[in-house]
Protein backbone atom coordinates (compact mmCIF):
# COMPACT_ATOMS: atom_id res chain seq x y z
CA UNK A 1 0.00 0.00 0.00
CA UNK A 2 1.59 3.29 -1.07
CA UNK A 3 1.94 5.43 2.19
CA UNK A 4 -0.30 8.53 4.01
CA UNK A 5 1.34 10.01 6.63
CA UNK A 6 0.68 8.42 9.58
CA UNK A 7 -1.61 11.79 11.20
CA UNK A 8 -3.98 10.97 8.60
CA UNK A 9 -3.76 7.47 8.61
CA UNK A 10 -5.15 8.18 12.45
CA UNK A 11 -8.40 9.67 11.10
CA UNK A 12 -8.82 7.24 8.12
CA UNK A 13 -8.21 4.10 9.77
CA UNK A 14 -10.69 5.40 12.88
CA UNK A 15 -13.27 6.92 10.50
CA UNK A 16 -13.30 3.56 8.54
CA UNK A 17 -13.87 1.43 11.55
CA UNK A 18 -16.67 3.54 12.96
CA UNK A 19 -18.71 3.29 9.61
CA UNK A 20 -18.44 -0.20 9.62
CA UNK A 21 -19.12 0.15 13.49
CA UNK A 22 -22.51 1.71 12.78
CA UNK A 23 -23.51 -1.49 10.01
CA UNK A 24 -22.66 -4.26 12.10
CA UNK A 25 -24.03 -3.49 16.09
CA UNK A 26 -26.82 -5.34 15.59
CA UNK A 27 -24.77 -8.20 15.22
CA UNK A 28 -22.10 -7.09 18.49
CA UNK A 29 -25.01 -7.35 20.28
CA UNK A 30 -26.39 -11.01 19.44
CA UNK A 31 -22.65 -12.06 19.98
CA UNK A 32 -21.97 -10.83 22.98
CA UNK A 33 -25.17 -12.31 24.20
CA UNK A 34 -24.38 -16.01 23.08
CA UNK A 35 -20.73 -15.78 24.64
CA UNK A 36 -22.28 -15.20 27.99
CA UNK A 37 -25.59 -17.61 27.67
CA UNK A 38 -24.57 -20.65 30.41
CA UNK A 39 -21.62 -19.23 31.77
CA UNK A 40 -19.87 -21.45 34.53
CA UNK A 41 -22.63 -24.12 34.02
CA UNK A 42 -22.28 -27.34 32.39
CA UNK A 43 -23.61 -27.71 28.69
CA UNK A 44 -27.08 -28.87 28.84
CA UNK A 45 -27.91 -27.64 32.62
CA UNK A 46 -29.64 -23.86 31.60
CA UNK A 47 -31.97 -22.53 29.08
CA UNK A 48 -30.86 -21.63 25.91
CA UNK A 49 -32.59 -17.88 25.68
CA UNK A 50 -30.56 -17.49 22.59
CA UNK A 51 -30.25 -19.68 19.84
CA UNK A 52 -28.49 -18.80 16.00
CA UNK A 53 -28.36 -15.61 14.89
CA UNK A 54 -31.83 -14.37 13.26
CA UNK A 55 -33.60 -16.40 16.22
CA UNK A 56 -31.64 -14.43 18.47
CA UNK A 57 -31.91 -11.10 16.89
CA UNK A 58 -35.99 -11.57 16.99
CA UNK A 59 -34.92 -12.13 20.71
CA UNK A 60 -33.60 -9.60 21.56
CA UNK A 61 -36.21 -7.03 18.92
CA UNK A 62 -38.88 -8.66 21.45
CA UNK A 63 -37.14 -8.26 24.82
CA UNK A 64 -35.83 -4.81 23.93
CA UNK A 65 -37.49 -3.33 20.97
CA UNK A 66 -35.96 -2.64 17.70
CA UNK A 67 -33.60 -0.13 19.15
CA UNK A 68 -32.10 -3.13 21.31
CA UNK A 69 -30.38 -4.37 18.30
CA UNK A 70 -28.29 -1.05 18.51
CA UNK A 71 -27.33 -1.62 22.30
CA UNK A 72 -24.27 -0.28 23.31
CA UNK A 73 -23.91 1.56 20.05
CA UNK A 74 -21.95 4.86 21.35
CA UNK A 75 -19.59 3.19 23.60
CA UNK A 76 -18.74 1.08 20.28
CA UNK A 77 -18.39 4.21 17.80
CA UNK A 78 -15.92 5.34 21.27
CA UNK A 79 -14.17 2.06 21.20
CA UNK A 80 -13.57 2.17 17.44
CA UNK A 81 -12.54 5.53 17.46
CA UNK A 82 -9.91 5.49 20.23
CA UNK A 83 -8.82 1.74 19.21
CA UNK A 84 -8.32 2.01 15.57
CA UNK A 85 -6.28 5.63 15.88
CA UNK A 86 -3.74 4.60 18.01
CA UNK A 87 -3.76 0.88 15.84
CA UNK A 88 -3.71 2.69 12.44
CA UNK A 89 -1.40 5.61 13.12
CA UNK A 90 0.82 2.87 15.01
CA UNK A 91 1.25 0.27 12.16
CA UNK A 92 1.29 3.57 9.59
CA UNK A 93 4.27 4.30 11.50
CA UNK A 94 5.88 1.22 11.16
CA UNK A 95 4.68 0.64 7.48
CA UNK A 96 6.59 4.45 7.25
CA UNK A 97 9.82 2.97 9.26
CA UNK A 98 10.06 0.22 6.58
CA UNK A 99 9.01 -2.78 9.17
CA UNK A 100 6.54 -4.22 6.76
CA UNK A 101 9.56 -4.88 3.93
CA UNK A 102 10.67 -7.14 6.52
CA UNK A 103 9.71 -10.77 6.98
CA UNK A 104 6.60 -11.27 9.07
CA UNK A 105 6.98 -7.34 9.56
CA UNK A 106 3.33 -7.09 8.94
CA UNK A 107 2.46 -9.11 11.52
CA UNK A 108 4.66 -7.59 14.45
CA UNK A 109 3.60 -4.43 13.32
CA UNK A 110 -0.01 -5.29 13.42
CA UNK A 111 0.56 -7.16 16.81
CA UNK A 112 1.85 -3.88 18.06
CA UNK A 113 -0.36 -1.96 16.79
CA UNK A 114 -3.32 -3.99 18.20
CA UNK A 115 -1.87 -3.90 21.18
CA UNK A 116 -1.62 -0.05 22.25
CA UNK A 117 -4.93 0.21 20.37
CA UNK A 118 -6.54 -2.61 22.67
CA UNK A 119 -5.13 -0.42 25.81
CA UNK A 120 -6.40 2.83 24.55
CA UNK A 121 -9.90 1.39 23.76
CA UNK A 122 -10.68 -0.41 26.60
CA UNK A 123 -12.62 1.34 28.94
CA UNK A 124 -15.11 2.33 25.82
CA UNK A 125 -14.99 -1.67 25.40
CA UNK A 126 -15.92 -2.38 29.16
CA UNK A 127 -18.64 -0.03 29.00
CA UNK A 128 -19.94 -1.43 25.43
CA UNK A 129 -19.71 -5.21 26.58
CA UNK A 130 -21.90 -4.14 30.06
CA UNK A 131 -24.63 -1.79 27.89
CA UNK A 132 -24.71 -4.57 25.30
CA UNK A 133 -25.19 -7.26 28.21
CA UNK A 134 -28.37 -5.69 29.36
CA UNK A 135 -31.86 -6.26 29.26
CA UNK A 136 -34.85 -7.82 30.80
CA UNK A 137 -34.74 -9.77 33.13
CA UNK A 138 -36.25 -12.63 31.65
CA UNK A 139 -33.59 -12.78 28.93
CA UNK A 140 -30.91 -11.86 30.83
CA UNK A 141 -27.86 -14.07 30.31
CA UNK A 142 -24.65 -12.96 32.44
CA UNK A 143 -24.36 -10.04 35.12
CA UNK A 144 -26.53 -7.33 34.64
CA UNK A 145 -24.85 -3.98 35.53
CA UNK A 146 -28.02 -1.50 35.01
CA UNK A 147 -26.12 1.20 33.12
CA UNK A 148 -27.96 4.09 32.09
CA UNK A 149 -25.43 5.78 29.57
CA UNK A 150 -21.97 5.62 28.53
CA UNK A 151 -20.81 8.29 30.83
CA UNK A 152 -23.57 7.43 33.50
CA UNK A 153 -21.12 3.93 33.17
CA UNK A 154 -17.68 5.54 33.05
CA UNK A 155 -18.63 7.56 35.98
CA UNK A 156 -20.47 4.91 38.17
CA UNK A 157 -17.15 2.39 36.99
CA UNK A 158 -14.89 5.24 38.06
CA UNK A 159 -16.46 6.06 41.71
CA UNK A 160 -16.69 2.50 42.77
CA UNK A 161 -13.52 1.19 41.29
CA UNK A 162 -10.82 3.98 40.71
CA UNK A 163 -9.03 4.42 37.84
CA UNK A 164 -7.91 1.20 37.54
CA UNK A 165 -11.85 0.05 36.98
CA UNK A 166 -11.86 1.69 33.49
CA UNK A 167 -9.05 -1.22 32.56
CA UNK A 168 -10.16 -3.80 34.00
CA UNK A 169 -10.55 -6.74 31.62
CA UNK A 170 -7.38 -5.43 29.65
CA UNK A 171 -5.99 -8.33 29.96
CA UNK A 172 -8.08 -10.17 27.72
CA UNK A 173 -8.57 -7.30 25.78
CA UNK A 174 -5.07 -7.08 24.79
CA UNK A 175 -4.01 -10.83 23.47
CA UNK A 176 -7.01 -10.74 21.61
CA UNK A 177 -6.81 -7.42 19.37
CA UNK A 178 -2.89 -8.01 19.05
CA UNK A 179 -3.58 -11.60 17.76
CA UNK A 180 -6.66 -9.87 15.59
CA UNK A 181 -5.03 -6.80 14.43
CA UNK A 182 -2.25 -8.70 13.21
CA UNK A 183 -4.19 -11.47 11.15
CA UNK A 184 -6.12 -8.63 9.79
CA UNK A 185 -3.62 -6.16 8.58
CA UNK A 186 -0.97 -9.21 7.65
CA UNK A 187 -3.49 -11.10 5.68
CA UNK A 188 -5.40 -7.81 3.89
CA UNK A 189 -1.90 -6.45 2.99
CA UNK A 190 -1.03 -9.94 1.87
CA UNK A 191 -3.69 -11.16 -0.15
CA UNK A 192 -4.45 -7.23 -2.05
CA UNK A 193 -1.11 -7.66 -3.31
CA UNK A 194 -1.74 -11.54 -4.34
CA UNK A 195 -4.65 -10.21 -6.09
CA UNK A 196 -3.06 -7.34 -7.72
CA UNK A 197 -0.04 -9.81 -8.82
CA UNK A 198 -2.87 -12.05 -10.75
CA UNK A 199 -3.95 -8.90 -12.87
CA UNK A 200 -7.59 -10.50 -12.37
CA UNK A 201 -9.10 -7.16 -11.87
CA UNK A 202 -8.19 -3.61 -12.12
CA UNK A 203 -5.29 -2.78 -9.82
CA UNK A 204 -6.80 0.38 -8.72
CA UNK A 205 -10.35 -1.01 -8.38
CA UNK A 206 -12.24 -1.21 -4.74
CA UNK A 207 -12.97 -4.87 -5.82
CA UNK A 208 -8.91 -5.57 -5.04
CA UNK A 209 -9.61 -4.42 -1.20
CA UNK A 210 -12.45 -6.21 -1.60
CA UNK A 211 -11.23 -9.61 -2.08
CA UNK A 212 -7.97 -8.66 0.42
CA UNK A 213 -10.74 -8.23 3.26
CA UNK A 214 -12.79 -11.27 2.15
CA UNK A 215 -9.94 -13.19 3.38
CA UNK A 216 -8.52 -11.34 6.19
CA UNK A 217 -12.15 -11.37 7.67
CA UNK A 218 -11.63 -15.17 7.52
CA UNK A 219 -8.68 -15.23 9.40
CA UNK A 220 -9.63 -12.76 11.76
CA UNK A 221 -12.56 -14.59 13.23
CA UNK A 222 -10.86 -18.16 13.23
CA UNK A 223 -8.12 -16.68 15.65
CA UNK A 224 -10.33 -14.28 17.55
CA UNK A 225 -13.29 -15.71 18.79
CA UNK A 226 -11.47 -17.67 21.86
CA UNK A 227 -9.78 -15.25 22.92
CA UNK A 228 -13.15 -12.75 22.05
CA UNK A 229 -15.25 -15.48 24.64
CA UNK A 230 -12.75 -14.75 27.23
CA UNK A 231 -12.77 -11.05 27.00
CA UNK A 232 -16.24 -10.82 26.69
CA UNK A 233 -17.07 -12.83 29.95
CA UNK A 234 -14.16 -10.83 31.98
CA UNK A 235 -15.24 -7.25 31.25
CA UNK A 236 -18.81 -8.01 31.99
CA UNK A 237 -18.23 -10.29 35.61
CA UNK A 238 -19.00 -8.51 38.77
CA UNK A 239 -16.67 -7.02 41.13
CA UNK A 240 -16.70 -7.34 44.77
CA UNK A 241 -15.79 -3.37 46.74
CA UNK A 242 -12.09 -3.83 46.00
CA UNK A 243 -12.64 -4.19 42.21
CA UNK A 244 -11.52 -7.73 42.07
CA UNK A 245 -13.68 -9.88 39.92
CA UNK A 246 -15.80 -12.22 41.27
CA UNK A 247 -15.81 -15.18 38.61
CA UNK A 248 -12.40 -15.32 37.20
CA UNK A 249 -8.85 -14.50 38.18
CA UNK A 250 -7.86 -13.56 34.88
CA UNK A 251 -7.21 -14.64 31.52
CA UNK A 252 -5.62 -18.18 32.33
CA UNK A 253 -7.82 -18.47 35.48
CA UNK A 254 -11.01 -17.53 32.74
CA UNK A 255 -9.85 -20.46 29.95
CA UNK A 256 -9.38 -22.66 32.63
CA UNK A 257 -12.61 -22.65 33.96
CA UNK A 258 -14.33 -22.30 30.59
CA UNK A 259 -13.09 -25.75 29.53
CA UNK A 260 -13.79 -27.52 32.63
CA UNK A 261 -17.09 -26.28 32.89
CA UNK A 262 -18.38 -25.50 29.85
CA UNK A 263 -16.27 -27.83 27.70
CA UNK A 264 -13.36 -26.94 25.18
CA UNK A 265 -16.34 -25.92 22.32
CA UNK A 266 -17.72 -23.16 24.82
CA UNK A 267 -14.59 -20.71 23.52
CA UNK A 268 -16.32 -20.85 19.88
CA UNK A 269 -19.51 -19.31 21.38
CA UNK A 270 -21.18 -17.49 19.32
CA UNK A 271 -18.98 -18.23 16.28
CA UNK A 272 -21.40 -17.41 13.81
CA UNK A 273 -22.53 -14.45 14.86
CA UNK A 274 -18.86 -13.40 15.76
CA UNK A 275 -17.81 -13.89 11.78
CA UNK A 276 -21.20 -12.52 10.52
CA UNK A 277 -20.13 -9.34 12.65
CA UNK A 278 -16.19 -9.87 11.86
CA UNK A 279 -16.56 -10.75 8.72
CA UNK A 280 -18.86 -7.48 7.60
CA UNK A 281 -17.00 -5.47 9.56
CA UNK A 282 -13.11 -6.94 8.75
CA UNK A 283 -14.58 -6.41 4.74
CA UNK A 284 -16.39 -2.90 5.14
CA UNK A 285 -13.12 -1.24 8.13
CA UNK A 286 -10.61 -2.49 5.13
CA UNK A 287 -12.29 -1.40 2.00
CA UNK A 288 -13.42 2.10 3.76
CA UNK A 289 -9.72 2.51 4.80
CA UNK A 290 -8.47 1.62 1.52
CA UNK A 291 -10.63 3.70 -0.40
CA UNK A 292 -9.60 6.72 2.02
CA UNK A 293 -6.48 6.72 1.56
CA UNK A 294 -7.19 6.13 -2.43
CA UNK A 295 -8.96 9.66 -1.84
CA UNK A 296 -6.17 11.05 0.01
CA UNK A 297 -3.78 10.15 -2.08
CA UNK A 298 -5.42 11.77 -5.27
CA UNK A 299 -4.97 15.37 -5.25
CA UNK A 300 -0.87 14.18 -5.03
CA UNK A 301 -1.44 11.88 -7.47
CA UNK A 302 -3.45 14.40 -9.80
CA UNK A 303 -0.59 16.77 -9.62
CA UNK A 304 1.72 14.35 -10.47
Known amino acids: MEPVPPELDLVLGASACCLACVLTNPLEVVKTRLQLQGELRA ?6 LYRGLVASMATVARADG ?20 ARFYCYSLACQAGLSQQPGGTVVAGAVAGALGAFVGSPAYLVKTQ ?3 QTVAAMAVGHQHQHQSVLGALETIWRQQGLLGLWRGVGGAVPRVMVGSAAQLATFASAKAWVQEQ ?10 ALAGGMVSSVA ?3 VMTPLDVVSTRLYNQPVDSAGKGQLYGGLADCLVKICQQ ?11 PAYLRLGPHTVLSMVFWDELRRLARWPQQRDT
Open 43 to 48: PGTYPR
Open 66 to 85: LRGLQKGLAAGLLYQGLMNS
Open 131 to 133: LQA
Open 199 to 208: QWLPEDSWLV
Open 220 to 222: VAV
Open 262 to 272: EGPSALYKGLG
